[in-house]
């Protein structure tokens, strides 16, 4: 009886220290998706596909504006498209949230937007939604949404 008491005892502390290591863990990981979505704004701003590319899992999904999707590829073309000069890209009021025992986590937050395209200046305030996935010891977006906010 002695033993399987202690074999209990033993287990329930084991779980209390896993669930006191993830609860530490969180912040971190939340700090470090955090400026991974700055590193992102930053690549985008700056058309750095390669950087672009390494923050994106392969079956990156991104909701836009208008509701239409695009994948990986189709979101590394539209930053690399010349005729569009990305001005300003500003992230505001984010809030990053782990979960999944600390291997996904989500964001919301403001982001602004001006630049031209063709030539023309165009300017978006959206807010967003970014879900974040850990691959081995790296964070990857595996999926993103912007909206309009309604008025």
């Known amino acids: 009886m002695n033993?399987?008491?202690a074999a209990t005892l033993t287990l329930v502390l084991l779980a209390c220290f896993q669930i006191r290591l993830a609860a530490q863990e969180a912040?971190?990981?939340?700090a470090q998706v955090r400026k991974l979505e700055e590193k992102w704004t930053e690549?985008?701003?700056a058309r750095d596909i390669d950087i672009l590319s390494s923050l994106l899992t392969e079956d990156f999904v991104i909701t836009v504006e208008d509701g239409n999707t695009y994948s990986k590829a189709g979101y590394i073309t539209h930053s690399a498209d010349p005729t569009v000069k990305v001005e300003v890209a500003e992230l505001s009021d984010l809030h990053v949230r782990v979960r999944g025992g600390?291997?996904?986590a989500v964001v919301t937050g403001a982001y602004h937007e001006m630049g031209r395209s063709n030539g023309k200046p165009y300017e978006y305030h959206d807010r967003l939604t970014d879900v974040w996935v850990?691959?081995?010891?790296?964070w990857r977006v595996v999926a993103s949404h912007y909206s309009i906010p309604a008025k």
């Not at 912040?27 to 939340?30: D, L, Q, R, V, Y």
């Not at 850990?134 to 790296?138: F, M």
Request: glycine content about 12%.
């Open 3 to 5: 033993t399987r008491v």
């Open 27 to 30: 912040p971190a990981a939340a």
């Open 134 to 138: 850990r691959v081995g010891n790296n």
């Open 43 to 45: 690549a985008y701003k």
């Open 102 to 104: 600390g291997n996904i």
